[in-house]
């Protein structure tokens, strides 16, 4: 398993990112100033995060997916490992954005992280189309935040 930072062309992993956020509108609004992230097993491209540093104590995740067949075997974990050990010494919070997704909630919760905001309506108001995650439509964002300098 190797996770490499890529630092041009990044718009080669589109396919992947799409399946963190499915509107090429919002994608293209912060891929260019993020750091991106891929995760490669046996040569296989199995995953992508795209971060970007806040202010200087937080960085967000903009973007985390796994391959469908590759889902449910731990490489967003690896990857979140990989990042939280990376940004440690620079950062204080890591905080990223999802929908109301008991599945989604429940992994990041599992993780260290914790609800600390809800922007209402913020998928309806900010996306062309519906978003349907596990046969649900989206409709509030929730932020969750996690402190890498906590046990």
Request: net charge neutral; proline share 1%; with cysteine.
């Amino acid at each position: 398993m190797e996770i490499k930072e890529i630092k041009e062309n990044k718009k080669d992993y589109m396919e992947l990112l799409l399946l963190g956020d499915e509107d090429i509108d919002m994608l293209n609004k912060y891929l260019d100033l993020s750091t991106l992230f891929v995760l490669f097993d046996n040569d296989i491209l199995v995953n992508v995060c795209a971060v970007l540093k806040i202010d200087f104590e937080t960085l967000e995740i903009k973007n985390l997916a796994t391959c469908k067949k590759f889902q449910n075997m731990g490489y967003a974990s690896k990857m979140l490992d990989f990042i939280f050990e990376k940004y440690k010494p620079e950062v204080k919070f890591v905080i990223l954005g999802t929908g109301e997704n008991e599945t989604t909630l429940n992994f990041y919760k599992k993780r260290g992280f914790s609800e600390f905001k809800r922007i209402s309506h913020f998928f309806k108001d900010n996306y062309k189309k519906p978003v349907m995650e596990n046969g649900k439509i989206l409709d509030d964002m929730i932020y969750l935040k996690k402190n890498l300098h906590e046990k």
